[in-house]
């Protein structure tokens, strides 16, 4: 037993520090290659030669010798990877101790993700540019803006939050300049804005399910961007689509999520809009008395709403109660003379009253 | 290397009889759900190879990544379950690619075939509901074939699934929707899922009444006693009792550093 080792192990201050024991343990090839593939998200025998052009003939060897490391484990189609509590020590290590090489390696990692076709490579890619030292912004922008339009190609736009949490690694670890969160935060907001409108496109295709996921997927970056009413106008649209594929559960669910964010922004043209939508469902699924309280609601916050006022009139009609349904309908009316459904469903509520 | 969780009989023990218990209550899912370096993961690869040796049909899928969608997973079940033929499954993965752009390539090894390939597919040209339509059939047609493998047999499938936190909302759902509800005694009673993760999906009314969730237990002393004499042959009690009163709460550090304190040059027989 390596009784000197453990000492060693025992005295180190920091996990980091036992981290950098362990791994100068090791055999000294053995233990630069892992090194080296802590750098990338996996690794395989290919990614260690391009990585370490100099032990590249031993990259085979290597790779599985690293495999044998408890530390190491499969990564599913792509080879392996260092686990992800050793990884986050080891590039600490790096960018503490030896970032120019770190940065170098980084370079080469750019260059070898950048020569494969996958859009999940583009983005590995992208990730080791951030801090490869011949970094620029305007190069950031050319590659993120060729991702984008590669994900609104190929339809895979979740990976979109593989490149978010990418970038945020080297932000959350102080590896690149503070403006990237504001680069990052831009994409972002870009790219869930691009989405909504592929999302409104589908909708006019009629193709709700798809417009469904695009618009779930734009909820996440605005949810992840805490743009609380973009999320709710989003969640707005999302609520119409599950109502429109007859998920009234749903959609009413994300109504309520919607209510809720708008009044946590006071939004008060956000909290009509949804009360009158929500009650529009109770009045369809014939739920009168929530439907009613909900356009009430929708009144008291706007004492000019005519669709409120609209709408609570059919209710109040279809509960028999004609003299409160025409009061509705002649406020709608008088805030709006030329408002046809409101003079329509007044024509047909007299028409009863006879 | 031997690893504890390999080499602890007594863990393993305990996780085949939970999945015994959960077979003999006609439970078919189980989850389990603890912190990163718990042994999820190993548990996982234990159970795969044990499976292999017994010649039972298992697939593992890790969405570590984010990447992997519904049609990759239906691959790597179709890929690990071989020579098992999922015609009806394989039929639609043609369909598939004979339609959609697709490359496979193999980059593990240099200058030599390695043992994985990777699969890359990308659906292009066609629209994201052509692609659920799809992703849909393949699923039914996976369904399908499971069903009619298994009818009339006791003989037992399991998928495990590993990194779940890491699945996109997309593939989450798809597993809920479309996989987990397989494995109900109506539908496909001989189908076991095993899901890890640091999170785990919350049950829904199609297959709440047949899961299981747990959490692993912390290794105990005399497990890493027997792991260290596999790993290191002879040493000090007192030493792995130091290394233990610092790291038991990380099964994966204490791994690490006992593996470190191997003899360099080779370690004794680890059986």
């Given at each position: 037993m390596r009784d000197n080792l453990l000492e060693q192990l025992l005295g180190a201050q920091s996990p980091e520090e036992e981290i950098k024991i362990l791994l100068n343990s090791l055999p000294k090839a053995v233990s630069e290659a892992a090194w080296v593939a802590a750098i990338p998200h996996w690794f395989n025998a290919e990614i260690i030669a391009a990585l370490l052009p100099e032990l590249a003939s031993q990259a085979n060897e290597l790779y599985e010798q690293l495999q044998e490391q408890s530390f190491v484990e499969l990564f599913q189609d792509r080879g392996h990877n260092i686990h992800e509590l050793t990884r986050k020590r080891i590039l600490s290590l790096w960018w503490g101790e030896r970032q120019a090489e770190y940065r170098k390696i980084s370079k080469r990692a750019e260059r070898y993700f950048s020569s494969q076709i996958e859009d999940i490579s583009l983005i590995e890619s992208a990730y080791h540019y951030l801090i490869s030292p011949t970094y620029n912004t305007a190069r950031t922008n050319s590659q993120w803006s060729e991702i984008a339009s590669r994900l609104k190609i190929s339809g895979r736009y979740a990976l979109a939050h593989t490149l978010i949490q990418n970038a945020r690694e080297h932000i959350i670890n102080g590896r690149v300049p503070e403006a990237m969160e504001k680069l990052l935060i831009e994409w972002e907001r870009a790219f869930a804005g691009e989405l909504q409108s592929i999302g409104e496109e589908r909708t006019k295709d009629r193709d709700l399910s798809s417009a469904?996921?695009?618009?779930?997927?734009?909820?996440?970056?605005?949810?992840?961007?805490?743009?609380?009413?973009?999320?709710?106008?989003?969640?707005?649209?999302?609520?119409?689509?599950?109502?429109?594929?007859?998920?009234?559960?749903?959609?009413?669910?994300?109504?309520?999520?919607?209510l809720e964010m708008y009044r946590e922004q006071a939004d008060i043209p956000g909290s009509v809009k949804?009360?009158?939508?929500?009650?529009?469902?109770?009045?369809?699924?014939?739920?009168?008395?929530?439907?009613?309280?909900?356009?009430?609601?929708?009144?008291?916050?706007?004492?000019?709403?005519?669709?409120?006022?609209?709408?609570?009139?059919?209710?109040?009609?279809?509960?028999?109660?004609?003299?409160?349904?025409?009061?509705?309908?002649?406020?709608?009316?008088?805030?709006?003379?030329?408002?046809?459904?409101?003079?329509?469903?007044?024509?047909i509520t007299y028409g009863r009253t006879e | 290397m031997p690893h504890p969780i390999v080499d602890?009989?007594?863990?393993?023990?305990?996780?085949?009889?939970?999945?015994?218990?959960?077979?003999?209550?006609?439970?078919?899912?189980?989850?389990?759900?603890?912190?990163?370096?718990?042994?999820?993961?190993?548990?996982?690869?234990?159970y795969e190879t044990h499976c292999r040796e017994q010649n039972i049909p298992v697939a593992r899928v890790d969405f570590k990544g984010g990447s992997l969608t519904p049609i990759d997973i239906i691959r790597t079940v179709q890929t690990d379950f071989r020579p098992i033929s999922l015609g009806r499954c394989i039929d639609v993965l043609h369909h598939i690619f004979q339609t959609a752009s697709i490359q496979i390539k193999d980059n593990t090894g240099v200058g030599q075939t390695h043992y994985s390939v990777?699969?890359?597919?990308?659906?292009?040209?066609?629209?994201?509901?052509?692609?659920?339509?799809?992703?849909?059939?393949?699923?039914?047609?996976?369904?399908?074939?499971?069903?009619?493998?298994?009818?009339?047999?006791?003989?037992?499938?399991?998928?495990?699934?590993?990194?779940?936190?890491?699945?996109?909302?997309?593939?989450?759902?798809?597993?809920?929707?479309?996989?987990?509800?397989?494995?109900?005694?109506?539908?496909?009673?001989?189908?076991?899922?095993?899901?890890?993760?640091?999170?785990?999906p919350a049950p829904t009314g199609e297959w709440d009444h047949y899961h299981k969730a747990i959490n692993l237990e912390l290794l105990k002393l005399e497990d890493w006693m027997e792991y260290a004499r596999l790993v290191i042959g002879e040493f000090h009690p007192e030493y792995i009792e130091r290394?233990?009163?610092?790291?038991?709460?990380?099964?994966?550090?204490m791994a690490n550093v006992i593996n470190a304190?191997?003899?360099?040059?080779?370690?004794?027989?680890?059986?």
């Open positions: 469904t996921e695009i618009f779930s997927h734009a909820q996440k970056l605005f949810a992840d961007l805490k743009d609380k009413k973009a999320e709710a106008n989003i969640l707005m649209r999302l609520s119409t689509m599950y109502l429109q594929q007859e998920r009234s559960d749903t959609g009413i669910e994300q109504l309520e999520n919607a949804a009360y009158i939508e929500r009650g529009k469902i109770y009045k369809k699924m014939e739920q009168y008395e929530p439907a009613l309280s909900d356009f009430n609601r929708a009144i008291e916050l706007n004492t000019e709403s005519t669709k409120a006022y609209a709408h609570r009139g059919v209710v109040h009609g279809l509960l028999d109660q004609y003299e409160a349904a025409l009061n509705d309908f002649n406020r709608a009316i008088e805030l709006n003379p030329n408002y046809a459904w409101a003079l329509a469903n007044r024509g | 602890r009989r007594t863990e393993f023990g305990i996780f085949q009889a939970m999945l015994q218990d959960l077979r003999d209550r006609s439970e078919s899912i189980l989850l389990l759900k603890n912190e990163s370096g718990q042994g999820k993961s190993r548990l996982l690869h234990l990777q699969t890359n597919v990308q659906m292009t040209g066609i629209t994201i509901e052509e692609q659920r339509i799809r992703w849909e059939s393949g699923a039914q047609a996976f369904a399908d074939d499971i069903f009619e493998l298994t009818k009339d047999k006791t003989e037992r499938f399991v998928i495990l699934f590993d990194t779940y936190e890491q699945a996109s909302d997309e593939t989450k759902k798809w597993l809920s929707n479309h996989i987990l509800r397989m494995a109900t005694p109506q539908r496909i009673s001989s189908l076991l899922i095993v899901i890890a993760g640091k999170e785990i290394i233990f009163a610092r790291y038991k709460h990380s099964p994966l550090e304190l191997a003899p360099v040059g080779g370690r004794p027989n680890a059986g």
